[in-house]
Nanobody, 124 residues
């Protein structure tokens, strides 16, 4: 079964950290770029980070730059989003997505495989 499964979300206080995982099954991430998206209530889904198939190129939205780190472990067939210095405005449902590509970038891709999402809530 081809799927992506996110985990690691939860309720944290401002300033704390979380690591989201995105486990792939039914296909190998070796040939896939990964994007992390989030959607807050009443807002559109936005891409916040992505990593190219090779892992050499990454993208971060300005809102998370310097606080979030994306990575991809092909041996574990899992991608990660390390989130530090979390703020209340980071509260959202977080989704990982994948697309098969040999392009060197990841920002302008059409992601066609999606996880079910994991909730991150940052509140004191």
């Amino acid at each position: 079964q081809v799927q992506l499964v996110e985990s690691g979300g939860g309720l944290v206080q401002p300033g704390e950290s979380l690591r989201l995982s995105c486990a792939a099954s039914g296909f190998t991430l070796d040939y896939y770029a990964i994007g992390w998206f989030r959607q807050a209530p009443g807002k559109e889904r936005e891409i916040i980070s992505c990593i190219s198939t090779s892992g050499l190129n990454t993208y971060y939205a300005d809102s998370v730059k310097g606080r979030f780190t994306i990575s991809k472990n092909n041996a574990k067939n899992t991608a990660y989003l390390q989130m530090a210095s979390l703020k209340p405005e980071d509260t959202a449902a977080y989704y990982c997505a994948a697309t098969r590509t040999f392009r060197s970038e990841c920002r302008q891709l059409r992601y066609d495989r999606w996880g079910q999402g994991t909730q991150v809530t940052v509140s004191s």
